[in-house]
């Protein structure tokens, strides 16, 4: 059965003066799943994330949320939507519990059940009655993610969710995002600098660049075998391979080949037979990082995101 997508962004296209920001994209969403969100410095992540809040009108095409489109129902479908943008901002001399209190007056279908549900559900219950001055960056974090959730959003953004966090903090966040999005099929979209954590935390990666979807992808898609090689000698592998007509990187004391998985058994057996010394074989996978820069040919992604 084909799951329908959450958010729909259909042909948009976004001109400002004379220039083209965003050119003619598409992208399904869909529940339970994370999907991150890449792509240069000023490729057009922001324009794109204004848009699908109805921050933003597209020249042309349409965002969908739940079917509906913005342009026409516009408070309907902001009603399903939740944002955490960088490092959310609370009242600081009031407790996180009457923060969450006082932006759930916003929004009269959150009770307080609902608000003890979320509470729950990023953590916060030892905490969540002391005064948000108290709070670590982490636990303003999840406050913001509480407050995000109480009006059960059936699409959540994310831009840069985890800036400032230390390591514990940002598997502590990575945590909740997957509980959310597994157990209650929120649809979660994060734009982020930070390639590794994108890596681990997301099902799968949509590349822009220039305005335009130039990949998207699985996390866990099976990619084109690489793996890693240690032989020597070095030159007589290197005329091997040229033989075989297979592409290789050098990598340190290795060499990196594309080669499918059936192939290994009766390609080592080749190297063998021709007197090459074999002292390393193994899987090698391209980083997100690697792939993110061959897309974009070297782009201009910072390799964190500081204030």
Do not use: W
């Not at 890449?38 to 204004?50: Q, V």
């Not at 009006?151 to 997957?178: C, Q, S, V, W």
């Not at 209650?184 to 982020?192: A, L, P």
């Not at 080592?268 to 899987?283: G, K, R």
């Amino acid at each position: 059965m084909e799951t329908k997508p959450i958010v729909k962004l259909q042909n948009v296209t976004k001109v400002i003066g004379k220039k083209k920001i965003i050119d003619d994209l598409s992208l399904d969403l869909l529940p339970g799943q994370i999907t991150g969100f890449l792509g240069p410095n000023g490729a057009g992540k922001t324009t794109t994330i204004r848009m699908m809040t109805g921050l933003m009108k597209p020249t042309s095409g349409e965002v969908f949320i739940d079917g509906q489109a913005i342009s026409i129902n516009f408070e309907e479908t902001m009603s399903k939507v939740g944002v955490i943008v960088e490092n959310p901002e609370m009242y600081k001399f009031m407790s996180g519990y009457k923060n969450l209190l006082h932006f759930a007056r916003m929004n009269k279908s959150v009770t307080k059940a609902r608000i003890d549900e979320v509470i729950a559900q990023v953590g916060l219950q030892n905490r969540i009655h002391e005064k948000v001055s108290t709070y670590s960056l982490g636990m303003r974090q999840r406050l913001g993610l509480a407050q995000a959730l109480l009006h059960r959003p059936k699409f959540l953004i994310l831009d840069e969710p985890t800036n400032g966090l230390d390591p514990a903090g940002i598997r502590e966040f990575r945590m909740y995002l997957r509980k959310i999005a597994t157990e209650d099929g929120v649809s979660i979209f994060v734009s982020s600098h930070l390639l590794a954590e994108i890596e681990l935390i997301c099902d799968r990666i949509a590349v822009i660049q220039n305005g335009k979807l130039i990949s998207i992808q699985e996390v866990k898609e099976e990619r084109e075998s690489h793996y890693y090689v240690e032989v020597t000698p070095k030159e007589q592998a290197t005329t091997f391979f040229a033989i075989k007509n297979i592409p290789v990187e050098v990598i340190g004391d290795g060499f990196v080949l594309p080669l499918e998985k059936k192939a290994v058994p009766s390609f080592i057996a080749e190297m063998v037979a021709s007197n090459l010394h074999i002292y390393l074989f193994s899987p090698h996978k391209k980083t997100l990082e690697d792939q993110f820069l061959e897309l974009t040919g070297g782009g201009q992604i910072a390799e964190s995101h500081k204030k």
